[in-house]
């Protein structure tokens, strides 16, 4: 089965400073990783797919086999980052079924 | 621009109600999701469907059924309401196989509330 995990339920950072939100993936076969994002009084979006290898709002976020992992980062935060962050994976033929991970509060201070 | 729709923004019910909760889609995906969102556990996946009449149980199927008749519409149905069901509800959709890219597109949510 397919899981992921992000290990921080909160994140506080002042503004430019860099921001790194984790996300570990357990999945046996080659899987599809997201960040989603929520704002404030908004749906949930889809922020970059690492098929993409783009970078959204100066996000990247690069897919680390070795070590499972598929980590968010932005090296000069904004006040606007704050948000909901959610990693989500899709594994093989599952009609686009998505699992997401726990979630991440991001607040920039400014 | 896709809009996925749920009727009902905030809804309150007792105890041992029958609840239904809309969800319709304008972008003629063949995939939709029922997920509930809560502080701590993440979206965890109640349903989903990947046709019309066609339906899957997710991760947390327990004490919810769904109905798609029509391709646009997804709904959800908890038979008999229960405390631990309060939470907010988000349908989603998405193309099939074939021309699925992984992007889901989400309503603004439905915040069910059982006391």
């Known amino acids: 089965a397919q899981r992921v995990t992000q290990p921080e339920k909160l994140l506080s950072v002042f503004k430019g400073a860099p921001v790194e939100l984790k996300c570990n993936y357990s999945y046996s076969g080659s899987p599809e990783l997201f960040w989603y994002v929520q704002y404030s009084r908004q749906r949930l979006q889809l922020l970059l797919r690492h098929i993409s290898r783009e970078s959204i709002k100066g996000f990247t976020a690069d897919l680390n086999k070795g070590e499972t992992s598929f980590h968010l980062k932005k090296p000069f935060a904004q006040e606007e980052d704050s948000a909901m962050y959610y990693c989500?994976?899709?594994?093989?033929?599952?009609?686009?079924?998505?699992?997401f991970g726990q979630g991440t509060i991001l607040t920039v201070h400014p | 621009d896709v809009k996925v729709t749920q009727s009902s923004r905030y809804l309150v019910k007792r105890t041992g109600e029958k609840v239904f909760l809309e969800c319709v889609q304008d972008m003629d995906h063949e995939n939709m999701f029922w997920y509930r969102q809560d502080p701590g556990l993440g979206l965890r996946l109640i349903y989903f469907s990947y046709d019309v009449k066609m339906k899957e149980k997710g991760d947390i199927p327990e004490g919810y059924s769904v109905s798609r008749e029509k391709k646009e519409r997804f709904s959800l149905i908890l038979e008999s309401a229960s405390t631990n069901q309060t939470s907010m509800y988000l349908c989603a959709s998405s193309f099939g196989v074939g021309r699925n890219t992984g992007e889901l597109f989400f309503g603004e949510g439905s915040r069910l509330t059982v006391l």
């Open positions: 989500a994976i899709a594994g093989g033929t599952s009609y686009g079924k998505l699992t």
